[in-house]
């Protein structure tokens, strides 16, 4: 019999991976000490999935706008440039679904978004009571929208209009190089609070 002695185990590899990820454990608990939670809400899905829709809108609205040269009905009758939920049937004339959308509004018939169904009363689209379809954001809210009325290229940006600690101390411009924008109220469903807003033109 060889009296040679048995090979040690190598567990080299072991060590090496247990390192990366107590680095990635060091690595995140610095990152929530240095940015505010604030500034970390981007990271959540369900934020994400609401900017999306925010900006879908946006870009649909303005679509129909260089299609039509005109906005839907229902945007055209603004009497100002305040926030307003969006009407209900703006979604119809978007979606131009047969037999629900009024054909004068969007007389080609063009799809000009494409958007879920809702779960639960949220985070889509709702049929109301008066069979009529409507579009709900994360929290079960309807979408605001601020059209340019007077057509001179920029809107009254709606967060300008409320006091510094409800938008958490940040400066707003007075106004919006935009014909349109639309926003979110948020988890908490508040439009005037806009320290957790979810806007077409925040980044």
Known sequence: ???????????????????????????????????????????????????????????????????????????????????VRLPSGVVETLLAETGRFSSEDNPRAFRFIELPLARQGKGGVIETVDGVLDLVDRWGSRYFVVVDVDEDGKVANPEAAVSLEKRGDKDAPAVLPVSIVIFSAGPDREPETWTDNIASWRQ
């Open 1 to 83: 019999m060889s009296n040679d002695p048995e090979p040690r185990k190598e567990n080299g590899g072991c060590s090496r991976v247990g390192g990366w990820v107590l680095l990635a454990i060091l690595i995140l608990v610095l990152a929530s000490l240095l940015i505010p939670a604030s500034q970390m809400t981007f990271i959540y899905p369900i934020e994400r999935r609401s900017r999306a829709t925010v900006n879908d809108l946006q870009v649909a609205l303005k679509s129909f706008q260089t299609e039509y040269a005109r906005w839907p009905a229902d945007l055209e009758r603004l009497p100002s440039e305040m926030p």
